[in-house]
């Protein structure tokens, strides 16, 4: 089995990144990006500098692909966002998800394309959603899986937790299809062997072992019966095989160095970055407050929220990079300056260097705003380094 690579939401190449740098034989052989309602395609422009203006590499609109003409490979990835994944009945036609929603793309996609692996990534509150019914979003991920012939683990990984620089905690999706000789090897396997040790979550990121939390049946592939009914307390780690499903309690397991802020921080930083008579509004928006708010009903309650570092420790693994980092916000970094002991922002290359991109990945003619954006949207390479270790092991017993 070869290492191609279909790379969907690929943003400015995190999944490529990581996977090439485990290995020099992952190939990806077709990807897509493409940033809603936005004439400039600085992500995509920056994905084509470091990896060519190729045909294969495509800037159109995900649902306007006719996921027949993607070529064939053994690994699908992509980063998609959590949203409402439920299913509405059209009559007599069956169901629907709701338009726009990019999970029926991958779910189309692998439809078409039934690649033997596939490697996702979300956000924790994945496995949460929506408040009102806890779990049913992530429940219709599984079902779908189920339904399309895969067995799915899943993990909570906060990348911090095995050394990396930034305290990101991210739901990594790995599915694999049943007739592969890893689906057969793992069938009928121990779910709680499989989430403490031998599986493919434990095998990457090591964790304490732990007794399963929960365990359920999905009951029915029934996309609209789940989204009706389906709920369930998706723990950090899990396992979902022939419909059984069973969760553990991610507790990492981790001695290897660990980095910090300052490890990446730049040197001889353009004044620009710095902060300048704004540091009281700083000051504000970090620290504690409680303000008095009147809602849409014109009902009046208290607003608070605790203070955060400011500074920002530098060290300590950075804390989650947003897309709206480097704007006059409380989840924005401002950090004591190595060389200068001022307050100041980071730099663009430095958030490239948080997420584990090589030095001014980004710095492919967009603007510092969008640097930090395309940042915020992508993920620790790091994380998919040691994943894609893993998979290329399990794709070298497939022959
Ligand atoms: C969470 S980000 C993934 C980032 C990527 N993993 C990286 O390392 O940069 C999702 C990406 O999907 C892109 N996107 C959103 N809607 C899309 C669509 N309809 N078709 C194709 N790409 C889309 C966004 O522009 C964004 O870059």
């Known amino acids: 089995m070869d290492k191609t690579v279909c790379e969907l939401f690929a943003g400015v190449g995190g999944f490529r990144v990581g996977l090439e740098r485990a290995s020099k034989d992952w190939d990806t052989v077709w990807a897509n990006q493409w940033e809603p309602s936005r004439a400039r395609q600085d992500a995509f422009d920056c994905y084509c500098a470091h990896f060519g203006k190729e045909d294969t590499h495509v800037n159109v609109d995900i649902g306007l692909i006719d996921k027949a003409t993607?070529?064939?490979?053994?690994?699908?990835?992509?980063?998609?966002?959590?949203?409402?994944?439920?299913?509405?009945?059209?009559?007599a036609k069956g169901i629907e998800g709701k338009k726009g929603v990019l999970w029926w793309q991958i779910y189309d996609?692998?439809?078409?394309?039934?690649p033997p692996f596939v490697l996702l990534e979300n956000v924790d509150r994945l496995l949460k959603s929506p408040a009102k019914q806890r779990g049913r979003d992530f429940g219709i991920i599984l079902a779908s899986f189920w339904d399309l012939g895969y067995s799915v683990e899943w993990r909570?990984?906060?990348?911090?937790?095995?050394?990396?620089?930034?305290?990101?905690?991210?739901?990594?999706?790995?599915?694999?299809?049943?007739?592969?000789?890893?689906?057969?090897?793992?069938?009928?396997?121990?779910?709680?062997?499989?989430?403490?040790?031998?599986?493919?979550?434990?095998?990457?990121?090591?964790?304490?072992?732990?007794?399963?939390?929960?365990?359920?049946?999905?009951?029915?592939?029934?996309?609209?019966?789940?989204?009706?009914?389906?709920?369930?307390?998706?723990?950090?780690?899990?396992?979902?095989?022939?419909?059984?499903?069973?969760?553990?309690?991610?507790?990492?397991?981790?001695h290897g160095p660990h980095k910090l802020l300052r490890d990446i921080m730049d040197h001889d930083v353009p004044e620009?970055?710095?902060?300048?008579?704004?540091?009281?509004?700083?000051?504000?928006?970090k620290g504690a407050k409680k303000i008095e708010r009147t809602s849409k009903t014109g009902h009046k309650y208290t607003f608070s929220e605790g203070p955060i570092a400011f500074p920002d420790p530098v060290d300590r693994p950075a804390r989650t990079m947003l897309t709206s980092e480097g704007t006059t916000n409380r989840s924005t970094h401002v950090v004591k300056d190595l060389d200068t002991?001022?307050?100041?922002?980071?730099?663009?290359?430095?958030?490239?260097?948080?997420?584990?991109?090589?030095?001014?990945?980004?710095?492919?003619?967009?603007?510092?705003?969008?640097?930090?954006?395309?940042?915020?949207?992508?993920?620790?390479?790091?994380?998919?380094?040691?994943?894609?270790?893993?998979?290329?092991?399990?794709?070298?017993?497939?022959?």
């Not at 993607?70 to 009559?91: E, R």
């Not at 062997?193 to 999905?218: E, Q």
């Not at 620009?272 to 928006?285: H, T």
Request: hydrophobic share 35%; aromatic share 12%; net charge negative.
């Open 70 to 91: 993607i070529p064939d490979h053994t690994l699908l990835v992509g980063g998609f966002p959590c949203q409402d994944y439920s299913v509405a009945a059209t009559g």
């Open 109 to 114: 996609t692998l439809k078409a394309k039934q």
């Open 156 to 254: 909570v990984v906060n990348a911090a937790d095995y050394g990396f620089v930034q305290r990101r905690r991210r739901t990594f999706i790995f599915a694999y299809r049943n007739d592969t000789v890893y689906g057969q090897q793992m069938a009928g396997h121990d779910s709680l062997a499989t989430l403490n040790t031998d599986g493919f979550f434990a095998r990457t990121f090591p964790l304490k072992p732990n007794v399963i939390a929960s365990k359920k049946d999905l009951e029915t592939h029934d996309l609209l019966e789940i989204t009706q009914n389906f709920a369930f307390p998706f723990e950090t780690a899990g396992y979902m095989s022939d419909g059984h499903i069973a969760t553990v309690k991610a507790e990492p397991d981790y």
């Open 272 to 285: 620009k970055y710095y902060l300048g008579d704004d540091i009281e509004k700083w000051k504000y928006l």
């Open 341 to 399: 002991g001022r307050l100041r922002l980071l730099t663009p290359n430095e958030a490239n260097k948080i997420q584990g991109f090589p030095e001014h990945w980004t710095d492919t003619g967009m603007s510092d705003r969008f640097q930090y954006f395309c940042m915020g949207n992508a993920l620790v390479t790091g994380c998919i380094e040691r994943m894609g270790k893993t998979l290329g092991q399990i794709i070298d017993r497939e022959d």
